[in-house]
């Protein structure tokens, strides 16, 4: 978990309209759209969808671009970085995009929740609440780490909570979509419980200080 004093330079995800071959032209119109819809209050589209309904690009290229920004936003989170293109390309198919609003909750402390989050874009919270109801502090978290794996031992019960702090991107599969990879693959595996045992770590650490 990437918390406030990491300064360490991680690689940036590519944005979508660099898998795309329509215009940058285009993009743009696209992006203005989108954001005249935000000025009007109206449902957002994502701009792959804006791009469709402009005739820019076809369902079929959306559809390949995100397969390619998935497979190489799966490779840049440390859990999965060791496979190799053919099984980062699979594995994505288990995947699906979630936007998030600055300040909006996703994780709720104690729910049933199976269900692994990637980190792609923005910037999240981890906390919990003490006894008393007060929200205790655990981490900040950012790209391209992944949330919501201490639950896949938990039976999808959540441990802590999680909200955006800004504008938010997520990668999200469930997890028995993931099992064989967790289970069989070791070097994802041991990738994956090294995930956890930093974590653990990390949050003992945190509630040892709010407790001194």
């Known amino acids: 978990m990437t918390v406030e004093n990491d300064t360490q330079e991680k690689p940036r995800p590519r944005l979508l ?25 109206a449902d957002q589209k994502r701009i792959g969808e804006l791009l469709i309904d402009l005739d820019m690009i076809s369902e079929e290229d959306l559809r390949n671009a995100l397969r390619q920004q998935r497979a190489d936003r799966l490779g840049l989170c440390p859990v999965f970085e060791s496979l190799n293109r053919t099984e980062l390309t699979g594995i994505g198919n288990h995947f699906s995009e ?7 909750q996703f994780i709720f402390e104690g729910e049933n929740d199976p269900t692994l989050y990637i980190l792609v874009e923005g910037k999240l919270e981890v906390f919990i609440k003490d006894k008393d109801g007060n929200e205790v502090h655990i ?6 780490e992944p949330i919501g794996e201490m639950g896949y031992f938990q039976g999808g019960i959540r441990t802590a909570s999680v909200r955006a702090v800004v504008p938010t991107e997520l990668l999200s599969a469930a997890y028995k979509n993931l099992t064989h990879y967790f289970e069989h693959v070791p070097h994802v595996a041991h990738a994956f419980l090294d995930v956890i045992n930093r974590r653990q770590a990390e949050t003992s650490e945190r509630l040892n200080d709010a407790e001194n």
């Open 17 to 41: 309209g660099e898998y795309l071959s329509c215009s940058r032209g285009s993009i743009r119109i696209a992006m203005q759209k989108k954001r005249d819809a935000k000025v009007r209050g």
């Open 98 to 104: 979630v936007s998030l609003t600055a300040d909006q």
């Open 139 to 144: 981490a900040f978290v950012s790209p391209v």
